[in-house]
């Protein structure tokens, strides 16, 4: 069983919409959070960093983490067609450690 | 901003033929890794370098090999190839200081 599992969709949402993507995880050592956003046949973009628990806003995306209930979410406000891609969740135990990542969620945005 | 570079871009190679992948990290980025993403699938970690030193392996085949350089560009050398090592290879860089991952567009490998 993979130590990050994320729903992989696909999630189709319209226009305006507020996207909520999530991934939840086995291992209570990751302190190092991410997400990426991945066009088809590109390489993964990084759109948020978070360290240990806690919410990060940047733009229209917001990154929370509970390390508590090892579960972190991605939420995206005023959804773009553009915004159609792969979003990957990845972590890691320690700064410069591989990324393990989730299996990616499939985001359609219609408009 | 520099970005992480990959060559080349596509490959196309015969069965138990080699390929070398290139690699050059955003500057004064101190860690390298690399990836292989197979269709639909999440990125697989192969092997990764700590200041030219290798600190991390993971799933990498021992037909494949990899360094890092003086210059802190990396290679990956893949030899014996199979049709199933067809995949994206990508790499990434970071610093110990700042952990964030970027990553290259990747080298898309076909093997015919």
């Known amino acids: 069983q993979k130590e990050v599992e994320q729903d992989p969709g696909p999630l189709s949402v319209p226009e305006g919409a507020i996207v909520s993507l999530n991934c939840t995880y086995s291992n209570s050592a990751f302190q190092y959070f991410m997400w990426y956003r991945q066009y088809s046949r590109k390489g993964p973009e990084l759109l948020m960093y978070?360290?240990?628990?806690g919410n990060k806003e940047d733009g229209r995306f917001t990154a929370q983490v509970d390390k508590s209930s090892k579960y972190i979410s991605l939420f995206i406000r005023d959804s773009q067609p553009s915004d159609s891609a792969t979003y990957l969740c990845a972590m890691s135990a320690n700064s410069g450690y591989a990324l393990n990542f989730g299996k990616g969620t499939s985001l359609l945005v219609t408009p | 901003a520099a970005g992480v570079i990959q060559s080349p871009r596509h490959l196309i190679k015969e069965k138990r033929e080699t390929a070398t992948l290139k690699c050059y990290p955003i500057?004064?980025?101190?860690?390298v890794y690399w990836y292989q993403q197979g269709p639909g699938q999440d990125p697989q970690f192969l092997i990764s370098f700590y200041e030219k030193m290798q600190s991390d392996k993971g799933s990498i085949p021992d037909r494949f090999s990899a360094q890092q350089f003086s210059d802190y560009h990396s290679e990956l050398n893949m030899s014996s190839l199979e049709l199933g090592d067809s995949a994206l290879y990508f790499c990434?860089?970071?610093?110990?200081?700042?952990?964030?991952?970027?990553f290259g567009q990747g080298t898309r490998l076909t093997v015919v």
């Open positions: 990434a860089s970071s610093s110990r200081l700042v952990p964030e991952a970027f």
């Open positions: 978070t360290y240990s628990s």
């Open positions: 500057p004064r980025h101190d860690t």
